[in-house]
């Protein structure tokens, strides 16, 4: 992602990982991401807040990738960029404010989160 071309808002990748509750309607995932400085942050929470539903169900093998709606808050230092998660299951002590690698954000072209299959 250019600097030139900073965005309001764009997707982060992260990955879901592993089910926490598929008894229940809608199911409940864990999804994990790491920030540019390698350090990983966990958020877990209903299936719906990080994909659709037919992308992302208890018949799907974990882990696949998910993208995460962010707030792009600026440039940092060393080709990485601000963004803001406001999600509120954001766990690591409250923090909603990460600093990532621009080749973890992508426009965001659709309305909502998608999954994909990571090998």
Do not use: Y
């Amino acid at each position: 992602m250019a600097d030139a071309a900073l965005p309001n808002t764009a997707l982060l990748l992260a990955h879901a990982l592993q089910w926490v509750d598929t008894d229940t309607f809608p199911w409940v995932v864990e999804v994990v991401f790491h920030d540019a400085d390698g350090n990983q942050h966990t958020l877990i929470d209903k299936v719906p807040l990080f994909a659709d539903m037919e992308d992302l169900h208890p018949g799907l093998a974990l882990p696949v990738g998910v993208r995460l709606g962010c707030r792009v808050l600026g440039a940092a230092s060393g080709n990485r960029f601000r963004v803001a998660i406001d999600h509120r299951s954001v766990h690591d002590d409250g923090q909603a404010e990460f600093t990532v690698s621009p080749d973890q954000l992508t426009a965001e072209t659709t309305t909502g989160n998608s999954a994909e299959h990571v090998e």
